[in-house]
């Protein structure tokens, strides 16, 4: 590695495994597999790629990375001993060994202690802005006109451009032009090197003499401490605030990210368990709800803001939380929209298959889909820039590199001790600090949004990590199922009504028992207990379902933990005394009753007077309005009509189950992945690749066989001898391709060999070869099986 040359030469002295981890760390470098380790290289040199890589890097990496490009000025490589000096006792040697590591395993910096270099474009992106100082001020003053610099440089005694950059690079003399700084422009000069190197000011381009100098900031501008960028912005230059940060030119440096600030909580898990328990009876009644009445897709995507708000009120939820439900439940494959012209969200097949799951199942279903869920739900109802609304499950709330940088956020909880929760500040400054060039404008936002989100999943409770968060972490779906289960309450049998027509279920309600009574009543409020009230309204929905009185009466009977009282049995008891006398059916729709006066009352009220009723007969009704308006307008103007089918019989409001069948989703992500399998074998390609190009070099001007006889006669030897060579071939497609293969017999107009690009043995037509070569000193980069 001493003898490298390039960072390809760099990257060909690593053994697989170091290769293998950097295809790991840097997908990007492997998709598609590079044919040698040249391309590798190059690839690792693309600023895109570059950029990518530095996300991945913490505060104080950065900080040496920085370091490196001061130290190294004009030259191209630095020294090891210069760093430590740059970061002095702010750090260990160790520490800084391992840093420097981390760059080198990266494939940002290579070369050994005693030079170290950092890859071009890896300098071009850092050195703007290294360590947070400010450009170098012949950057600064080529920006700038002659006459503009000439009096700076009559202050100082020296000749144009060329006499102040010489003066800036020569610390001695710097050093001499800056004992003769005053206090005020001391501070201001300090101010500028400890914080941001730009500073704002007013006619900062007007020529500044020391005679004119009326503030710190025009005696600074007259003697070139800071150089103007504009007509009201100043810059202090790179030279200068190296010199006055003094030891501490790397700024603020810590090899230790930021402590976490924790305190114990109590209930932790019992609270994540609550939340867990809620989400799943949530997400149920979502489900159900679109399944009897499913929302239309909408023509760009997505769901629109009214079908939110009715979910929300149906739910007892916030809009917010219920654009994270749609898409939790979405991403779990338990929710698509239909086929044909006018889609509809409803629930697919799937959804019948988690409902027969035990709720801790159903749990971390909906919890592993959050985990991997490409989608920035809190930014549902937002506005983008051309003042769009954003629609929950529409396209542009794909965001590929979340699910990352949510793990990110988990990862950060799972280091604090259970039972314990960090405050929300100390954990946003220990994950700036962990990777400070990644989140965009974002960041700090979806952090925020990252820990609600899992507190409302349950994956934390009370700002701490659950123990089946821990596990869902981890990997362990069954031990997260298995801790949730021990914290989830047992489903209630019985509820308690109350004298003013509400139900409280005091918890859980078994599934059979939670639908019969949503059935005969609606949602009032929710939390430790749900509260139902039961109202007209909703005990003919009962029974226009096929329910009877009597069965009504039983459920509240054997149900009920309290006395029925009797101003329920009364409502159920009238309800169903009117229900149904009178009957709606088709004509488009007629109204039929027994009671002539009753049917007259009705065609005289002005409430029915939209429906356009006239009288057929002494005892119907009819209306040019579908059968559903005029049912539901009766019962407006406080009639209690009931469906009719066309034998005469009563025409049950039985919910259709509507499914779907989940459609294949596109992966739309742009985030590589790799694991340590995929890229064992791209290395052995690139071994392979590298084999072969050096082969292909050296074989035009050395020994390359072009006639049949010869090349039969070479690959015969090679086979016998069990060497490596170099075959140029042409595939059955035309395309010229070059592998190292070892021959292991040549009979038939063909030749058998082990490939070492495609790791396995492999027939080749001798009239297809191009060209054969020997591959001489070549280290084999997988021997094959024997």
Same mark, same amino acid.
């Given at each position: 590695?001493?003898? @490298?040359?390039?960072?390809?030469?760099?990257?060909?002295?690593?053994?697989?495994?170091?290769?293998?981890?950097?295809?790991?760390?840097?997908?990007?470098?492997?998709?598609?597999?590079?044919?040698?380790?040249?391309?590798?290289?190059?690839?690792?040199?693309?600023?895109?790629?570059?950029?990518?890589?530095?996300?991945?890097?913490?505060?104080?990496?950065?900080?040496?990375?920085?370091?490196?490009?001061?130290?190294?000025?004009?030259?191209?490589?630095? =020294?090891?001993?210069?760093?430590?000096?740059?970061?002095?006792?702010?750090?260990?040697?160790?520490?800084?060994?391992?840093?420097?590591?981390?760059?080198?395993?990266?494939?940002?910096?290579?070369?050994?202690?005693?030079?170290?270099?950092?890859?071009?474009?890896?300098?071009?992106?850092?050195?703007?802005?290294?360590?947070?100082?400010?450009?170098?001020?012949?950057?600064?003053?080529?920006?700038?006109?002659?006459?503009?610099?000439? #009096? /700076?440089?009559?202050?100082?005694?020296?000749?144009?451009?060329?006499?102040?950059?010489?003066?800036?690079?020569?610390?001695?003399?710097?050093?001499?032009?800056?004992?003769?700084?005053?206090?005020?422009?001391?501070?201001?000069?300090?101010? %500028?090197?400890?914080?941001?190197?730009?500073?704002?000011?007013?006619?900062?381009?007007?020529?500044?003499?020391?005679?004119? @100098?009326?503030?710190?900031?025009?005696?600074?501008?007259?003697?070139?401490?800071?150089?103007?960028?504009?007509?009201?912005?100043?810059?202090?230059?790179?030279?200068?605030?190296?010199?006055?940060?003094?030891?501490?030119?790397?700024?603020?440096?810590?090899?230790?990210?930021?402590?976490?600030?924790?305190?114990?909580?109590?209930?932790?898990?019992?609270?994540?368990?609550?939340?867990?328990?809620?989400?799943?009876?949530?997400?149920?009644?979502?489900?159900?709800?679109?399944?009897?009445?499913?929302?239309?897709?909408?023509?760009?995507?997505?769901?629109?803001?009214?079908?939110?708000?009715?979910?929300?009120?149906?739910?007892?939820?916030?809009?917010?939380? /219920?654009?994270?439900?749609?898409?939790?439940?979405?991403?779990?494959?338990?929710?698509?929209?239909?086929?044909?012209?006018?889609?509809?969200? /409803?629930?697919?097949?799937? *959804?019948?298959?988690?409902?027969?799951?035990? #709720?801790?199942?159903?749990?971390?279903?909906?919890?592993?889909?959050?985990?991997?869920?490409?989608?920035?739900?809190?930014?549902?109802?937002?506005?983008?820039?051309?003042?769009?609304? %954003?629609?929950?499950? &529409?396209?542009?709330?794909?965001?590929?590199?979340? =699910?990352?940088?949510?793990?990110?956020?988990?990862?950060?909880?799972?280091?604090?001790?259970?039972?314990?929760?960090?405050?929300?500040?100390?954990?946003?400054?220990?994950?700036?600090?962990?990777?400070?060039?990644? +989140?965009?404008?974002?960041?700090?936002?979806?952090?925020?949004?990252?820990?609600?989100?899992?507190?409302?999943?349950?994956?934390? &409770?009370?700002? &701490?990590?659950?123990?089946?968060?821990?596990?869902?972490?981890?990997?362990?779906?069954?031990?997260?199922?298995?801790?949730?289960?021990?914290?989830?309450?047992?489903?209630?049998?019985?509820?308690?009504?109350?004298?003013?027509?509400?139900?409280?279920? =005091?918890?859980?309600?078994?599934?059979?028992?939670?639908?019969?009574?949503?059935?005969?009543?609606?949602?009032?409020?929710?939390?430790?207990?749900?509260?139902?009230?039961?109202?007209?309204?909703?005990?003919?929905?009962?029974?226009?379902? &096929? $329910?009877?009185?009597?069965?009504?009466?039983?459920?509240?009977?054997?149900?009920?933990?309290?006395?029925?009282?009797?101003?329920?049995?009364?409502?159920?008891?009238?309800?169903?005394?009117?229900?149904?006398?009178?009957?709606?059916?088709?004509?488009?729709? *007629?109204?039929?009753?027994?009671?002539?006066?009753?049917?007259?009352?009705?065609?005289?009220?002005?409430?029915?007077?939209?429906?356009?009723?006239?009288?057929?007969?002494?005892?119907?009704?009819?209306?040019?309005?579908?059968?559903?308006?005029?049912?539901?307008?009766?019962?407006?103007?406080?009639?209690?009509?009931?469906?009719?089918?066309?034998?005469?019989?009563?025409?049950?409001? $039985?919910?259709?189950?509507?499914?779907?069948?989940?459609?294949?989703?596109?992966?739309?992500?742009?985030?590589?992945?790799?694991?340590?399998?995929?890229?064992?074998?791209?290395?052995?390609?690139?071994?392979?690749?590298?084999?072969?190009?050096?082969?292909?070099?050296?074989?035009? /001007?050395?020994?390359?066989?072009?006639?049949?006889?010869?090349?039969?006669?070479?690959?015969?030897?090679?086979?016998?001898?069990?060497?490596?060579?170099?075959?140029?071939?042409?595939?059955?497609? +035309?395309?010229?391709?070059?592998?190292?293969?070892?021959?292991?017999?040549?009979?038939?107009?063909?030749?058998?060999?082990?490939?070492?690009?495609?790791?396995?043995?492999?027939?080749?037509?001798?009239?297809?070869?191009?060209?054969?070569?020997?591959?001489?000193?070549? #280290?084999?980069?997988?021997? #094959? =099986?024997?």
């Amino acid at each position: 590695m001493d003898t @490298a040359r390039s960072l390809a030469d760099w990257l060909r002295g690593w053994p697989d495994e170091r290769l293998a981890a950097l295809l790991v760390a840097r997908p990007d470098l492997a998709v598609p597999v590079p044919p040698d380790v040249g391309v590798l290289a190059a690839r690792a040199a693309v600023r895109l790629s570059v950029l990518r890589a530095l996300e991945q890097l913490d505060a104080f990496v950065l900080a040496l990375l920085d370091g490196l490009v001061l130290a190294s000025g004009t030259e191209t490589a630095t =020294p090891y001993d210069d760093l430590l000096a740059l970061v002095g006792e702010a750090a260990t040697a160790e520490q800084v060994a391992a840093g420097v590591d981390r760059l080198r395993d990266l494939a940002l910096v290579w070369g050994t202690h005693a030079s170290l270099r950092v890859v071009g474009p890896v300098r071009d992106v850092v050195a703007p802005a290294a360590a947070g100082l400010g450009r170098p001020v012949a950057t600064l003053l080529t920006r700038l006109r002659v006459k503009d610099v000439a #009096p /700076v440089a009559q202050t100082l005694g020296v000749d144009g451009v060329g006499g102040l950059v010489d003066l800036f690079n020569d610390p001695a003399r710097l050093g001499a032009l800056l004992t003769t700084v005053g206090a005020d422009e001391r501070r201001v000069l300090e101010t %500028l090197a400890a914080g941001s190197p730009l500073g704002q000011v007013r006619d900062a381009m007007r020529p500044a003499t020391p005679a004119s @100098a009326d503030s710190p900031v025009r005696w600074l501008l007259a003697h070139g401490l800071l150089v103007p960028v504009d007509d009201s912005t100043v810059e202090l230059p790179r030279e200068v605030g190296v010199l006055v940060r003094g030891e501490r030119v790397l700024g603020s440096l810590s090899a230790d990210p930021p402590p976490l600030e924790t305190t114990a909580v109590k209930g932790l898990d019992d609270a994540a368990a609550h939340s867990a328990a809620a989400l799943v009876a949530k997400a149920e009644g979502l489900l159900e709800l679109w399944a009897a009445t499913p929302p239309s897709v909408l023509r760009a995507g997505g769901i629109g803001v009214r079908e939110l708000k009715r979910v929300g009120k149906e739910l007892d939820l916030t809009e917010p939380s /219920v654009a994270l439900l749609v898409e939790v439940v979405a991403a779990a494959g338990l929710l698509d929209q239909t086929a044909g012209l006018d889609p509809e969200w /409803v629930p697919t097949r799937a *959804y019948d298959t988690w409902l027969a799951l035990p #709720p801790e199942l159903r749990w971390t279903a909906l919890a592993q889909a959050w985990l991997a869920m490409s989608r920035l739900a809190a930014l549902a109802g937002e506005r983008d820039e051309r003042d769009k609304v %954003l629609a929950p499950l &529409g396209l542009e709330l794909e965001r590929p590199a979340l =699910p990352a940088e949510r793990r990110r956020v988990l990862d950060q909880l799972a280091e604090v001790p259970a039972g314990r929760a960090a405050s929300r500040e100390s954990l946003t400054e220990r994950l700036v600090w962990s990777a400070p060039r990644r +989140g965009g404008r974002l960041r700090d936002r979806v952090h925020g949004w990252t820990l609600a989100e899992a507190e409302l999943l349950g994956v934390t &409770g009370r700002g &701490g990590l659950s123990a089946a968060g821990r596990a869902l972490l981890a990997g362990d779906d069954k031990g997260a199922a298995r801790l949730l289960g021990h914290r989830l309450p047992e489903p209630l049998d019985h509820v308690l009504v109350q004298p003013d027509l509400t139900v409280v279920a =005091p918890g859980p309600l078994e599934r059979e028992l939670a639908q019969a009574v949503a059935l005969v009543a609606d949602v009032e409020s929710t939390g430790g207990a749900t509260v139902y009230r039961v109202s007209e309204t909703s005990v003919r929905r009962a029974l226009d379902a &096929g $329910r009877s009185a009597s069965d009504l009466h039983e459920l509240f009977r054997t149900r009920s933990r309290t006395p029925v009282p009797q101003s329920l049995t009364y409502l159920i008891d009238d309800v169903a005394r009117r229900h149904g006398r009178m009957r709606v059916g088709v004509a488009n729709a *007629y109204v039929r009753c027994d009671d002539e006066a009753l049917l007259s009352e009705v065609l005289a009220a002005k409430r029915t007077r939209p429906l356009r009723l006239r009288r057929l007969a002494p005892t119907v009704l009819v209306s040019s309005s579908p059968l559903d308006v005029v049912l539901e307008a009766l019962r407006a103007a406080g009639y209690a009509p009931a469906a009719e089918a066309p034998d005469g019989a009563l025409l049950l409001a $039985r919910r259709e189950a509507r499914r779907t069948q989940l459609r294949p989703r596109p992966h739309r992500s742009t985030e590589h992945s790799f694991d340590a399998e995929h890229a064992a074998l791209s290395v052995i390609a690139l071994r392979a690749g590298d084999l072969a190009a050096r082969a292909a070099r050296r074989a035009p /001007v050395t020994t390359t066989r072009s006639t049949t006889a010869d090349t039969l006669a070479f690959l015969q030897s090679a086979a016998r001898e069990r060497r490596q060579v170099w075959l140029g071939y042409v595939d059955a497609q +035309g395309r010229a391709t070059s592998r190292v293969v070892e021959p292991r017999g040549v009979e038939g107009g063909f030749v058998t060999a082990w490939d070492h690009l495609r790791q396995e043995d492999r027939t080749f037509a001798l009239h297809r070869v191009t060209g054969v070569a020997d591959v001489e000193d070549a #280290p084999t980069p997988s021997p #094959p =099986p024997p």
